[in-house]
């Protein structure tokens, strides 16, 4: 077991393919062993195996049956977590991630972000966002950033969309984040029309728009006419 675990330290930095298929085939052969196969550390060694080449589906099985040994496991949690969210259930995710306990795990990357991307797939966009707010400014509140822009639009939560986009254009100001921006304003808008999101919001679109790097562009400028024209046909104050 020690020679499998020495491969698993030398490739996480930096990640190399010659040691990653050593590792998954060191758990394969133990854990596929007879002395091993029906035991947790054999079962543990199978996960590790199917978690390296990414067939999360197999590495369900041999978790879900050793799950009740580790409830309280913040490890087994970070890692089972993980799985649950890779192959979409991202509410069971986010209760395992909730479960862990460890400074250490909740202030890692990997954590953060799969977390942050449990409480967007689960209609929790604020969570998301406070999650980010409470991050220092580093490449990876840059990268979580951007996973609350796209995953926020795709799940049609349009306000944290365009409150993402917007930070990430001031910082970078890549056309395609104002693209976005502008997108979630049209979807936010939308919204507040259908009555489902408050039409106070309207104020904070308008001020999202200004903020634009492209703010003299012809389509920021009309749909800030069409909005401002509804305002004021229905009595909001913008």
Not at 65 to 89: C, E, L, P, R, T
Not at 94 to 114: G, M, R
Not at 175 to 182: L, S, T, Y
């Amino acid at each position: 077991m020690k020679f499998v675990d020495v491969h698993v330290a030398v490739i996480v930095s930096p990640l190399k393919r010659d040691h990653l298929k050593i590792a998954q085939q060191y758990f394969q052969l133990v854990g596929g062993s007879a002395s091993e196969c029906d035991t947790i550390p054999g079962r543990q060694c199978m996960a590790s195996c199917f978690f390296l080449l990414k067939q999360f589906q197999d590495v369900l099985i041999y978790l879900q049956s050793i799950k009740n040994y580790f409830y309280s496991d913040d490890s087994f949690n970070f890692n089972y977590g993980q799985v649950k969210a890779a192959v979409g259930n991202y509410k069971e995710a986010e209760e395992l991630f909730l479960l862990i306990q460890s400074e250490k795990y909740k202030n890692d990357y990997v954590y953060l972000s799969w977390l942050a991307k449990c409480y967007v797939m689960n209609r929790k966009p604020r969570l998301a966002w406070e999650l980010y707010l409470k991050m220092e400014t580093s490449s990876e509140s840059y990268s979580i950033l951007q996973i609350i822009a796209n995953d926020c639009y795709k799940m049609g939560q349009f306000y944290y969309a365009a409150k993402a986009f917007d930070i990430l254009e001031r910082l970078d100001g890549t056309p395609e984040f104002f693209e976005g921006k502008k997108g979630a304003c049209v979807g936010l808008f939308q919204l507040i029309l259908a009555g489902h999101e408050p039409r106070e919001m309207l104020r904070e679109v308008l001020g999202l728009l200004r903020n634009s790097s492209s703010q003299s562009n012809p389509q920021v400028e009309y749909i800030t006419r069409v909005i401002r024209k509804w305002a004021k046909e229905n009595r909001v104050g913008v």
